[in-house]
């Protein structure tokens, strides 16, 4: 079993539905991040939590740390949201290492 | 522009060939990591430098190496003792302290 699992693996949706995506994990962690991939494979940082909820444009992403759990939301979707889109945890006490899970494909047709 | 530059983009080999992966960065960041990214799997950690001239295994270290003569470059070589070789290879950096990752484009590597 995985130590971060993310579901679902695969999305498809139209333009303008909310957009959950969700991430749980079995270690103790310090933080977890939310992160994109392109289609070209490059890979930006969106939110690093370790607690509560944080919120940048359409994005929102939070955190519960009793449940072991974390979400990805997207308001009003639009097709240039279409990624991947990755949870990665950083363990306690693991010097920064991070584990990573497998990603989410999202595709928001128009 | 500060970011990570990965070069070349898309990279062929011959069966038993080493290559050599450039992984080059303008942050100032102290930490380097190369990561390994197959289809359906995540991210898989292969060898990471927290400092200077020195650097540590990660999980799928077995048929590559790597050298951090710079703080500014971190290059991998895939060795031919790396079976299985061909997968998307992702460099990232990150700033001391709980700063997160910053990441490169990523270099496809193909066998010929």
């Known amino acids: 079993k995985n130590e971060v699992e993310q579901s679902p693996q695969n999305l498809t949706a139209q333009e303008g539905e909310f957009i959950t995506i969700n991430c749980s994990y079995s270690?103790?962690?310090?933080?977890l991040h939310w992160l994109q991939q392109h289609p070209g494979g490059g890979i930006v940082s969106l939110f690093m939590l370790s607690s509560g909820k944080k919120k940048h444009g359409r994005l929102i992403a939070t955190i519960n740390i009793q449940e072991k759990h974390s979400s990805l939301h997207i308001t009003a979707s639009h097709p240039r949201d279409s990624a991947v889109y990755i949870c990665?945890?950083?363990?306690?006490?693991?010097?920064?290492?991070?584990?990573w899970g497998a990603g989410t494909k999202l595709i928001i047709k128009p | 522009d500060g970011g990570i530059t990965q070069s070349p983009k898309y990279l062929f080999r011959k069966e038993g060939q080493n290559v050599t992966l450039s992984c080059e960065q303008n942050?100032?960041?102290?930490?380097m990591y190369w990561y390994r990214q197959d289809p359906g799997q995540g991210l898989r950690l292969i060898y990471y430098s927290q400092i200077v001239n020195d650097f540590q295994k990660g999980d799928i270290a077995e048929g590559y190496s790597v050298s951090r003569e710079k703080k500014e470059s971190f290059p991998l070589t895939v060795t031919s003792a790396q079976k299985n070789p061909t997968a998307f290879y992702l460099c990232?950096?990150?700033?001391?302290?709980?700063?997160?990752?910053?990441f490169g484009d990523g270099t496809r590597l193909s066998i010929l």
């Open positions: 270690v103790g962690i310090s933080a």
């Open positions: 990232a950096s990150r700033f001391r302290g709980r700063q997160p990752q910053h």
């Open positions: 990665a945890a950083r363990e306690r006490d693991s010097n920064y290492q991070l584990i």
């Open positions: 942050l100032n960041h102290d930490a």
